[in-house]
């Protein structure tokens, strides 16, 4: 799956650069909320960045944080925005 | 006539745990008995606004209706595939829902009467109605049914002050039954909740605010001359009211989560030991919790976004700090139209401001600080002593102490 391989390596890039460090790549089942690696600015950073590189229309309602709070499962909700 | 007040001595709780047995043993056998908890919450709703707050109960029937019918048109136009999403159009959706309010709180500015609109809890409603405006806008809210509109609007056990839940969390439990064991383990968190309430309400927060504040404001008003006032009575005071507020609003969440788990609802929790956070913004995430992330996802994070997209302002530091002071400004506006208020307001976004600035300098210098046990415990009490002095200019004892 091709398209998969890129969600995961473009969320992941995305994160790195939020949270200027490896460690999204390292554990991605780390917190990124409780650990303070992200907060609401870099969040709103993530959205943007899913809509302009893949195209994905995440509305702030949607962003439950218990739902998007590691690598992994930001991996998974975008596949399956992806359709 | 009776008029009982929301969790205002045990005896409500007796009261209130007679009513519901029905409820509970109803949800102990699988089934929510609807009919029966729409009458409760509505004989608990007239025995708040009746006798001599009937001119409450009337503003609070007027409001609701008002809206209702609001929040209904603005999701039949969004939901009218002809429509496009306009802007201005939710712009004044919004502008709407809360003028009623924005009446209410700039009536002590002109007249000493409160006004006629007002009613106990009008602020958290509007918060509902706000965040299910926004979120009709989103597309995430499709579909109106004004029986769970109105339950979620008008749920008595939080009516008052909060906790404020959201109407798509409240649906997703008011629609379903929790299993027997969920729900055992919901009565017993809710009543390990009530128990703690009174502990932290009707112990701690009456031996902090009625028996021991007014002895400090009376030491800090006799002590008054020195520079600004300050004196040893003005530093109980500021430690005294701060643990008051904590154990009085604290408590009062508790019951009002309590007596959701009994009737199979997970209102969601507002306090969080928010006494050991170590720095400003782990504070807003333990204190009020349910009133800062509503400021958080409904104002903050949809300006950023909004800045953002459309390229507002150069950096995006600049774009949180102004996020900041916007959002605490409404925040402290919305406490009240005093000049303290809206000074703890201003306080508190400069010390956001001030935290990422710290935490950027930290990252960018990375090795110049140690960080262990010890830093950790420095910076919960610092932490802990700029909160305390934020609630010592919300409490407008320096408002009475410099100007009365």
Same mark, same amino acid.
């Given at each position: ?9 473009? /969320? ?44 994905? =229309? /995440? ?12 690598? =992994? ?11 | 006539?009776? =008029? ?86 939710? /712009? ?36 509902? /109605? ?141 306090? =969080? ?132």
């Amino acid at each position: 799956m091709a398209d998969n391989d890129n969600v995961q390596s473009t /969320v992941m890039s995305i994160l790195t650069d939020l949270t200027g460090s490896d460690e999204v790549t390292k554990n991605p089942d780390i917190d990124l909320f409780t650990t303070g690696m992200l907060d609401s600015m870099a969040t709103v950073q993530l959205l943007l960045e899913l809509q302009s590189q893949l195209g994905i =229309n /995440v509305p702030v309602s949607e962003f439950d944080r218990t739902q998007w709070n590691t690598p =992994n499962k930001i991996i998974a909700k975008v596949e399956s925005m992806q359709g | 006539m009776i =008029n009982l007040q929301p969790y205002a001595n045990p005896m409500y709780f007796a009261i209130l745990g007679v009513a519901l047995l029905p409820l509970i043993i109803g949800l102990l056998n699988g089934k929510r008995l609807y009919w029966y908890g729409t009458l409760v919450s509505f004989i608990f709703l007239v025995l708040i606004f009746d006798g001599n707050k009937i001119h409450q109960g009337i503003a609070l029937i007027g409001y609701g209706i008002y809206e209702v019918l609001l929040s209904w048109l603005y999701l039949r136009y969004r939901t009218n595939s002809k429509n496009k999403n306009s802007t201005p159009l939710f /712009v004044l959706a919004v502008v709407l829902a809360i003028a009623p309010l924005v009446v209410v709180k700039m009536t002590p500015l002109f007249s000493p009467n409160p006004s006629l609109l007002g009613f106990l809890g009008i602020s958290y409603l509007t918060f509902k /109605v706000v965040g299910y405006i926004m979120e009709t806008r989103d597309g995430v809210i499709k579909t109106f049914d004004a029986v769970k509109y109105i339950q979620f609007l008008f749920f008595f056990p939080t009516i008052s002050s909060g906790p404020i839940d959201r109407y798509r969390r409240f649906v997703k439990d008011y629609d379903s039954v929790p299993s027997r064991e969920k729900y055992l383990e919901l009565m017993g968190k809710g009543f390990h909740n009530i128990m703690l309430g009174f502990f932290y309400k009707f112990l701690l927060g009456y031996l902090f605010g009625t028996l021991l504040l007014p002895q400090v404001a009376h030491l800090a008003m006799i002590s008054r001359g020195g520079f600004l006032d300050i004196s040893w009575g003005l530093v109980g005071y500021m430690y005294v009211y701060s643990c008051y507020l904590f154990f009085d609003f604290a408590g009062y969440s508790l019951f009002a989560i309590g007596v959701s788990y009994f009737m199979g609802i997970e209102t969601p929790i507002n306090f =969080n030991k928010p006494a050991i956070a170590h720095n400003v913004k782990d504070f807003w995430n333990r204190w009020h919790m349910t009133l800062s992330f509503w400021f958080r996802d409904y104002i903050y994070m949809r300006f950023v976004f909004f800045a953002m997209k459309h390229k507002l302002f150069k950096s995006r530091i600049t774009t949180a700090n102004v996020g900041y002071i916007l959002l605490f400004l409404i925040m402290g506006f919305w406490h009240g139209e005093t000049w303290y208020y809206i000074a703890y307001g201003i306080f508190h976004a400069c010390a956001m401001i001030l935290t990422d600035a710290w935490i950027r300098f930290k990252k960018r210098h990375k090795g110049m600080f140690p960080s262990n046990k010890f830093t950790y415990a420095m910076a919960v009490f610092f932490t802990f002593n700029t909160v305390c002095f934020s609630f010592l200019i919300f409490s407008g004892f320096l408002d009475t102490l410099w100007f009365h």
